[in-house]
């Protein structure tokens, strides 16, 4: 099933899409169905947090020859988008999951590597991505995002994927020029190997992740929330992404380094994943055969949009750019006048 959260004049919904490019908001649907008592039916995370038997019904629904008595149709078009799960509880970003980055590895650990992007940064199919020139540059990665069904901590791998609600679409927007501002070459301090209260100095090289991946904007998603039957084998979806006309990627999550059941079963060793959590893979970036250029050089700074990203039976993700030319305005205080 396709689901999906957009405004219709002036209202927030959520629906699902029926017969190609139309949609079925689920209040008119289904709300006088007394097995949906209970839920916020405007809500894609209290969808989510009803569980199996909600969706299932909800399937049914779905699946019939013709819409429920009062059921509204609208055409996709006349709608606003917004990322499917407007709020979700976190939003987790996997670092250099593609084996074709290992080739660029100095050092790095024998596990996933994680960051987080807020909730502001989400942005909706069709929405324009706002590119200041303070930012510096800026490019599209493009990747899966795996919305939780059920709680969950320390995860088995094998069983992981039981606890997946769906798949959507993510471009994880990366701010190159932010991420050098933010970088610190420091002396770390550590509590003394043989004596905890001394302590040891070590070399590290840090960068912060807030604003070169949280930036407003910086998170396009959906259209689409593909729940997980549709979707047999997260580890075998192509990926195409593309600038203006341009294919800068071409790619298959056949080629993450950690796959979909693994990278859950990590961080749940860490944190509790939640239902609503957004998990993005990390970035599929293998460029086109005899392409000119990679997304990395697709900075949206110079390079004109849209940003498109197409994976294997989840849709097209489809983000216009529009850069606006302004400084970073005066943020610090004033500087009082020494007194004497």
């Not at 493009?142 to 901590?153: D, M």
């Not at 994880?172 to 004596?195: C, F, I, K, P």
Request: charged share 20%.
């Amino acid at each position: 099933m396709f689901l999906a959260s957009f405004n219709y004049q002036g209202r927030d919904l959520i629906g699902f899409r029926w017969r190609g490019d139309t949609l079925v908001p689920l209040n008119a649907a289904i709300l006088k169905r007394t097995a949906f008592a209970g839920w916020d039916p405007n809500d894609m995370l209290s969808l989510i947090e009803s569980g199996p038997q909600l969706l299932a019904e909800l399937g049914t629904v779905a699946a019939a020859a013709a819409l429920p008595a009062g059921a509204q149709s609208i055409s996709a078009g006349d709608v606003r988008w917004h990322a499917p799960v407007r709020k979700p509880g976190k939003i987790v970003g996997v670092a250099m999951n593609n084996s074709a980055s290992d080739a660029r590895k100095i050092s790095a650990p024998q596990h996933p590597m994680f960051f987080m992007k807020p909730q502001t940064s989400l942005l909706g199919h069709m929405n324009e991505i706002e590119i200041r020139s303070y930012y510096g540059s800026v490019h599209p990665e493009p990747e899966l995002a795996v919305i939780i069904g059920r709680r969950a901590r320390d995860l088995d791998p094998r069983s992981a994927l039981e606890h997946v609600f769906g798949y959507s679409i993510m471009n994880d927007m990366t701010g190159n020029a932010m991420r050098s501002e933010d970088r610190v070459h420091y002396y770390a301090l550590y509590a003394g190997q043989a004596d905890s209260k001394t302590l040891e100095r070590r070399e590290q090289h840090l960068s912060y992740a807030a604003r070169y991946k949280g930036t407003d904007g910086f998170g396009p998603m959906g259209p689409w929330l593909v729940t997980r039957d549709e979707i047999p084998d997260p580890g075998t979806l192509d990926v195409l992404c593309k600038v203006g006309a341009e294919v800068v990627a071409e790619d298959s999550t056949r080629y993450l380094t950690y796959s979909v059941p693994e990278i859950l079963a990590f961080l749940s060793r860490f944190q509790t994943l939640e239902p609503g959590d957004v998990v993005s893979m990390g970035t599929a970036f293998r460029p086109q055969p005899g392409a000119e250029r990679t997304i990395h050089g697709a900075d949206l700074q110079r390079v004109d949009g849209p940003v498109t990203v197409e994976i294997s039976g989840l849709g097209t993700l489809c983000t216009p750019v529009r850069r606006r030319t302004m400084a970073l305005a005066e943020w610090r205080l004033p500087k009082e006048p020494p007194k004497n």
